[in-house]
Structures are given as C-alpha cells and as structure tokens.
C-alpha cells in the first residue's frame, strides 16, 4: 500500500492537457482542465467530453449461476439479462437502505461490474463474506473512460465501427486500434455515449487518438457532477446511502418485477412495503428561483416556515442556466410546482419542487 | 496608483475619499466559473477579517472577508446579473465594493504587488 493518493494510467495525460489534480475517494483525479466546468460541460452537452474515470472499480465475477447469485445482494433481476446488456442497481442492506450503486453487465461466462471508487474495498468484502464459490476478480489493470455527449457515437466510429450497432445500455468486446476493449453504451451525464475499459498499457494511446477528434474534449470531474446533477441521476454519499431506500430515491424502476414478486434481497421488506404503501420522503428536484446555488445540507422549508426536509445535491448547472438541486422532502409536499424556500446561509430563498431530470436524457434506445 | 493585497486574496485600492475593494485575478482563476455573489448593502459597516459577501462558483461557495475597516459606499450591481465579469476583469470592471475606510493608515498593513505576487507563488 503507498501513503498518498492513487494514480489512474491516465495520470501523466492529465497532467500534460492542464489538468487540475485533487483528491477524489484515495484517487489523484482532474477536477477541471484550463477550459473550466462550466466549458467542459457545455461540451458534453453539444459535442463529446472525455471523462477518466478508473478510479472507479471494475470487477469480475465468474462461477455457477453468478447471476441468481449476485441477486441475493441486490433488487435487479439479473438472471434474465442477455450477453452483452448492462443494468443498473445497488447494493442493498439488511434495513433496506443502499451499500452503493453499480451497474452490472452480463459478458457471456462472467458478470462485468462497474462500482464506486470510494466503495471498491466494501463491495469486494461484502461479495467475497456473501458469495462463496463465485471468484470475485477486481480487475486492476485496466484503465475506465467515459466518452459522452451527442457527439460521442461520430468520435468513436472512426476507431470502432462496430459500436455504433450498440443501443443503451448494450455492450461488446471490440478492438481500439488493435487493442481489445471492452465498451459500454452508457455513461453518467444524461448524454448518449459509451465508458470504455482499456487495458492500461494502452489506455492513454487510446485516450490520445480519442481526443485527437475534432469534437472530443478533455473534461473533469467537476462537469461530471453538475451534468449528473441536471440529469436527475443520484451520487452515491450524498443522494443515496445506507439509510436511505431506493423507493425514497425515486429508484424503484431498477427492481423489476420478478424481484417484487419474489423478494430475496436485503432490506427486501422494507422495500417491498414501501413500494406498495409509499414512503414518508421522497427524493425531488429543486428548482431555485434566483440565482443563488443551494447546496447539500441546505434546509428546505414549507411555506408556512415548517422544516420539510434537505437538500442532497446542489449547484449550478449550466445547461439549465441556473442553480438546480435535489433532495428529500416530506412526500406529502412534494406536489410539482410547490413553493418552497431554501435556507441559504440563514435566508429564505424561493424555489420550486419540479420534475426530474432538469434536462432531457438523451440516450439511444 | 497603489494597489494593497490581503491575505485573503482582495485588493484594495485609494480613489479620492473612498476605497475600491475586489477580488484578485488569482483568486478568481482558483474559484473558477462564478455564478452568483452575496453583496452587502449600502451603509453595511464592518471590521477587517469581517465576512463582506460569498461568491459561488460551479464548484463551491467562498466567502470574501473585509481587508480593512469600514463601510460599504455602494455595492457594484453589475456583479449581480453578471457574476462571470468577476472571471473576466476581477481587478478593474469587477471591483466589488466601493467603501469608506474607518483608518486609512490599515492599508499600511496589507501587502503590495511584489509581497502578494511572492505570498502566491
């Protein structure tokens, strides 16, 4: 083990582009490059941005039955999913709340699984103390790119012509300039797009000639977060966590109906009950009325001054062109177009409960 | 003109009577994108080390503390339609407040060019 933090096999390409390099889950990351959240997001929304992010974990999991196995640990339903499609789902505890989300994706005789950076240990233990006889391999040598925004697909096509048959949420194994990759249409920012795992010999050649694409740009994980914000999609830690439920967070579409049907998950009674009678709070969008960002912690209040819950995840987005947030209000408040204030600093500010996502996700089905 | 440098990164500067007050240039490259800034009011009267306003930008929320003593003359409105000009002319068109200084002799305490450039570095 070193002391200091991680670095990704992207690290020195980083470091060349301008990258401003901070502490992100034990990981030396790019929070922005010279061109700034605000640019680098813009980008993602109308041409592509390049994100790094392998620092989150990529695991293995291979055995009998991996999928009905893994289930027993998580709400999707896994044991239907084809070769080559991905599904997005979380990690649930005994009281009903989320150890941390994933996707999990079916790659013919393993299961691929992509989790968060700040989780790899605990996700790996608690799949190694519940799954006996699966081998749970973190794969630790290859790199994890993001590349979002409409036009990924054309940035791609020119290196991987097979990718384009991809729809979301769909993925292959193909070569990268000769290099075997394994690529996912999916991503984490609203936008269509693809996350790319590369062997890290070769992730920054692959990185480079990516980039080398008149409308592919370099982008931090300051734009990830305010374009995962705007598109409604929860940070693990903030939005969700061990106490909150995925029916609270407004994720109940990720547990399909066979597992409603049949349980066998942790927490499944709290979930389930909760999925049929409702939940005390609920997980909404905030739409501020100034300009004045409000951020996680800050209180939200009814209008008759009474506490109705907090907000998550907050900031600026700049697609939308203002402040946006989310958070957990009372469910009997959470009427769309409720008027609301945030306690920014102490003073009332005006906002309203609105629809998730702020922007319109563009995926490609 | 003399331009004085706080540790906090503001800068202050004499014009007549008054004193211009603002951010630094190297404080608004390390805020990044601003998008929004908390002014105090007309008349508002503070201490040196005072909390004077916030800036946000995409990234955070930062306060902006008072160099010197004083009392706000007039809070400069373009800021609040505008935030992102504290990115572009942080040191002229940008100036946040005008204000009153309570004892002109602080200024003496805050550093100059060559001392801020070296407190940076």
Same mark, same amino acid.
């Given at each position: 083990m070193t002391s200091g933090p991680k670095r990704t096999p992207l690290y020195s390409l980083h470091c060349e582009l301008g990258g401003k390099m901070v502490d992100f889950a034990g990981w030396e990351m790019?929070?922005?490059?010279?061109?700034g959240i605000m640019g680098e997001h813009n980008i993602c929304r109308t041409k592509a941005a390049l994100f790094d992010v392998s620092h989150m974990g990529q695991v293995i999991l291979r055995g009998p039955n991996a999928a009905k196995r893994l289930e027993a640990l998580v709400p999707?339903?896994?044991?239907?999913?084809?070769?080559?499609q991905a599904r997005y789902t979380f990690f649930t505890n005994n009281e009903g709340g989320i150890k941390d989300d994933l996707i999990v994706s079916n790659a013919g005789d393993h299961l691929f699984l992509v989790v968060n950076a700040s989780m790899r240990e605990q996700d790996i233990s608690h799949m190694t103390e519940a799954l006996g006889g699966i081998e749970i391999i973190e794969i630790i040598d290859r790199a994890l790119i993001a590349l979002q925004g409409p036009a990924a697909e054309q940035v791609l096509m020119t290196h991987?012509?097979?990718?384009?048959?991809l729809k979301f949420m769909e993925s292959i194994t193909a070569l990268i300039d000769g290099v075997s990759c394994k690529i996912s249409r999916l991503g984490y920012t609203g936008e269509d797009g693809f996350e790319i795992s590369i062997p890290e010999a070769q992730a920054e050649q692959i990185a480079r000639m990516l980039l080398d694409h008149s409308e592919c740009f370099p982008a931090g994980l300051g734009a990830r977060d305010s374009l995962r914000l705007e598109a409604g999609l929860c940070l693990y830690g903030n939005d969700i966590d061990e106490m909150r439920s995925p029916v609270e967070a407004n994720?109940?579409?990720?547990?399909q109906k066979r597992r409603r049907l049949e349980g066998g998950f942790p927490g499944a009674t709290r979930i389930l009950t909760e999925i049929a009678g409702g939940t005390n709070q609920k997980l909404v969008g905030i739409k501020p009325h100034g300009r004045a960002p409000a951020r996680a912690g800050v209180e939200i209040q009814n209008q008759n001054g009474q506490s109705i819950g907090e907000i998550t995840s907050g900031g600026f987005g700049p697609t939308v062109g203002g402040p946006v947030a989310m958070g957990y209000v009372d469910s009997k408040e959470v009427d769309l177009g409720s008027q609301v204030n945030l306690i920014v600093r102490g003073k009332p500010q005006m906002a309203e409960i609105c629809a998730l996502p702020f922007i319109k996700q563009k995926y490609k089905r | 003109m003399t331009t004085y440098y706080s540790e906090e990164h503001e800068w202050v500067t004499l014009d007549g009577d008054l004193a211009i007050v603002g951010i630094t240039a190297h404080a608004a490259e390390q805020l990044g994108d601003i998008v929004f800034i908390e002014q105090k009011e007309e008349g508002d009267e503070f201490e040196s080390g005072d909390e004077i306003g916030v800036i946000e930008s995409v990234k955070a929320a930062s306060e902006i503390y008072a160099p010197v003593d004083g009392e706000v003359?007039?809070?400069?409105?373009?800021?609040?339609?505008? !935030? /992102?000009t504290l990115n572009e002319s942080p040191e002229s068109d940008a100036w946040i407040y005008k204000i009153k200084l309570t004892? !002109? /002799?602080?200024?003496?305490?805050l550093m100059d060019l060559a001392a801020y450039k070296t407190f940076i570095a």
């Open positions: 790019p929070v922005q490059y010279p061109m999707a339903a896994l044991m239907e999913l084809e070769v080559g991987c012509p097979e990718a384009i048959g994720l109940t579409w990720a547990i | 003359v007039e809070a400069n409105s373009i800021l609040e339609n505008n !935030p /992102s004892d !002109p /002799s602080q200024l003496e305490g």
